[in-house]
């Protein structure tokens, strides 16, 4: 009877011990996290691999990540003296609700409100500038493919040309005092505020000018 009641209390001391560890590292992990990916980031997993038999306190030392799995390195204290290393691997992740393709979208598509859809993703699985309002993305021409489901990347999204290749313009051309028009063919697709090569219609000169807000071509020096 007496040695199963010091069995029963060597497993409770045991038992408190992890507890306790375990509490110690989870506290740290969610301070790394908040103080790296902000007050949203949670721990999705957590799996400690060694650690020494007591300790009280532990002190980060290194960390790695691969996207959203982390290893990480601390120093354990007992009483204020080093008594070995805890390591430990976890999941952490940041849950919000990101714009995804609803369909393979290719190269150079306009996209429209039909060809997104919100999709609840993990932020630190991602490596991509993520949309949240349908206003980044719709009107917006794709400049890669995106597959179905995939979050779509701001970084590859741009607004349509305010001229398209082909395109009819004025050209006003300034020599000194004088100005002249003329109508030109835009070379290539090109924005306000952009230099853009245009080719007179009627004598098939190249010329180059900057594109003005009211879509025509500001040529100095002829």
Avoid at 100 to 120: G, I, M, P, Y
Avoid at 158 to 174: E, H, T
Avoid at 192 to 214: A, M, Y
């Amino acid at each position: 009877m007496k040695r199963s009641i010091g069995l029963m209390v060597v497993l409770l001391s045991i038992f408190m011990s992890c507890s306790f560890a375990n509490e110690l590292i989870k506290e740290a992990i969610e301070k790394f996290a908040r103080e790296n990916f902000g007050s949203e980031a949670t721990i999705v997993s957590l799996q400690i691999r060694s650690f020494p038999s007591s300790f009280d306190k532990i002190q980060l030392t290194s960390h790695s990540r691969s996207k959203s799995f982390f290893s990480f390195l601390f120093k354990a204290y007992q009483e204020e003296k080093f008594c070995g290393y805890v390591r430990v691997e976890c999941e952490l992740a940041i849950f919000t609700d990101v714009l995804v393709a609803n369909r393979t979208v290719r190269s150079n598509e306009v996209l429209s409100e039909n060809d997104v859809t919100f999709q609840r993703v993990n932020l630190l699985t991602l490596n991509v500038e993520h949309c949240t309002d349908l206003n980044q993305v719709v009107g917006k021409i794709a400049r890669r493919m995106f597959r179905q489901n995939e979050p779509l990347d701001a970084r590859y999204l741009a607004k349509p040309p305010d001229v398209k290749a082909g395109q009819l313009l004025i050209a006003k051309v300034s020599i000194g005092s004088v100005f002249a028009t003329a109508q030109v063919r835009a070379m290539r697709d090109a924005y306000v505020g952009e230099k853009i090569s245009v080719r007179n219609v009627s004598s098939g000169v190249l010329i180059e000018g900057l594109l003005q807000e009211d879509l025509t071509v500001l040529v100095i020096g002829g």
